[in-house]
């Protein structure tokens, strides 16, 4: 595991906040090898440093890798200020203290890794491993050629022009626009920023691959740990996670309450057909 910040370190073996942990290194109450620590910005690495709260050592963590089918209307961090269902209550019955690699909007749905292997996320998430990320997009209007052109070879944005994105037109229905998009990059919100350059809106927005891993058959607010498959094609791709081994054994979480049904087909929730294809590409990609 990549080295940490040690308050982040103490707060994930379960000794208090990160607040908390700040002050215990800030009375002197932790030494890593044997040297008393009192900088706040120290870090150090749980699975190699010896590392001690008043005189007793904190035991590394088991890694853990899961997969999560984020659902809409759940915030994609651990805590909100703002009260809304997080990422964090779906993994109460985890163990251990995972987070999320990278994010997905709060209306957004789909794949999501949980892990607190540092290390894995940091290795995702550099933009020099083009990670990629795939998603199935509904737009509120009939896209033409030249601006599916133009998402395949980049638009325009206030940081820049955005990198190439695989784009494949699933269907147009009723006036409205169906895409499977995948992206190698990681803007903030980037496919509701490129709609919007073009004059259009993101009705529906799902992520259906991420690094060649999918959700397929785990219904919304579900997780699973990775098999020794995935994790070994992601070492091979990406370099991590840095070791391969069997997962503890984990209990699944109770699911979350389903949404209301509405009567008749929503015409904003993909076809079974175009998640089944997408998927199918994820992995003939990876």
């Given at each position: 595991?990549?080295?940490?910040?040690?308050?982040?370190?103490?707060?994930?073996?379960?000794?208090?906040?990160?607040?908390?942990?700040?002050?215990?290194?800030?009375?002197?109450?932790?030494?890593?090898?044997?040297?008393?620590?009192?900088?706040?910005?120290?870090?150090?690495?749980?699975?190699?440093?010896?590392?001690?709260?008043?005189?007793?050592?904190?035991?590394?963590?088991?890694?853990?890798?899961?997969?999560?089918?984020?659902?809409?209307?759940?915030?994609?961090?651990?805590?909100?200020?703002?009260?809304?269902?997080?990422?964090?209550?779906?993994?109460?019955?985890v163990p251990?203290?995972?987070?999320?690699?990278?994010?997905?909007?709060?209306?957004?749905?789909?794949?999501?890794?949980?892990?607190?292997?540092?290390?894995?996320?940091?290795?995702?998430?550099?933009?020099?491993?083009?990670?990629?990320?795939?998603?199935?997009?509904?737009?509120?209007?009939?896209?033409s050629d030249?601006?599916?052109?133009?998402?395949?070879?980049?638009?325009?944005?206030?940081?820049?022009?955005?990198?190439?994105?695989?784009?494949?037109?699933?269907?147009?229905?009723?006036?409205?626009?169906?895409?499977?998009?995948?992206?190698?990059?990681?803007?903030?919100?980037?496919?509701?920023?490129?709609?919007?350059?073009?004059?259009?809106?993101?009705?529906?927005?799902?992520?259906?691959?991420?690094?060649?891993?999918?959700?397929?058959?785990?219904?919304?607010?579900?997780?699973?740990?990775?098999?020794?498959?995935?994790?070994?094609?992601?070492?091979?791709?990406?370099?991590?996670?840095?070791?391969?081994?069997?997962?503890?054994?984990l209990v699944?979480?109770?699911?979350?309450?389903?949404?209301?049904?509405?009567?008749?087909?929503?015409?904003?929730?993909?076809?079974?057909?175009?998640?089944?294809?997408?998927?199918?590409?994820?992995?003939?990609?990876?």
């Amino acid at each position: 595991m990549a080295s940490e910040r040690l308050q982040k370190i103490i707060a994930r073996a379960g000794l208090g906040s990160r607040r908390a942990a700040e002050e215990l290194i800030l009375a002197g109450r932790v030494r890593v090898n044997g040297r008393v620590v009192r900088e706040l910005g120290a870090k150090a690495d749980d699975r190699r440093d010896r590392i001690e709260v008043d005189g007793r050592r904190l035991a590394a963590e088991e890694l853990v890798y899961l997969l999560l089918h984020k659902p809409r209307g759940v915030v994609a961090t651990l805590s909100d200020p703002e009260r809304r269902p997080t990422v964090g209550d779906l993994m109460t019955d985890v163990p251990v203290r995972v987070y999320p690699v990278g994010r997905l909007d709060f209306s957004t749905s789909g794949v999501l890794l949980m892990t607190n292997d540092g290390a894995l996320a940091q290795g995702l998430l550099h933009p020099k491993g083009k990670v990629p990320k795939t998603y199935v997009v509904k737009l509120d209007r009939q896209m033409s050629d030249a601006e599916v052109e133009r998402w395949r070879q980049g638009v325009e944005l206030d940081e820049g022009r955005t990198q190439p994105a695989e784009v494949r037109v699933l269907r147009h229905e009723r006036g409205k626009t169906w895409l499977e998009v995948t992206l190698h990059q990681g803007m903030n919100r980037q496919i509701h920023r490129m709609a919007e350059a073009g004059g259009m809106t993101v009705m529906r927005l799902a992520r259906v691959a991420f690094a060649g891993l999918t959700a397929e058959d785990l219904r919304p607010g579900r997780w699973r740990p990775l098999t020794i498959d995935e994790l070994r094609a992601l070492k091979k791709s990406y370099g991590v996670p840095k070791r391969v081994r069997a997962q503890p054994a984990l209990v699944q979480p109770r699911a979350m309450k389903p949404r209301p049904a509405r009567s008749g087909r929503s015409e904003t929730k993909p076809r079974a057909a175009d998640r089944r294809a997408s998927r199918g590409r994820a992995r003939e990609r990876h």
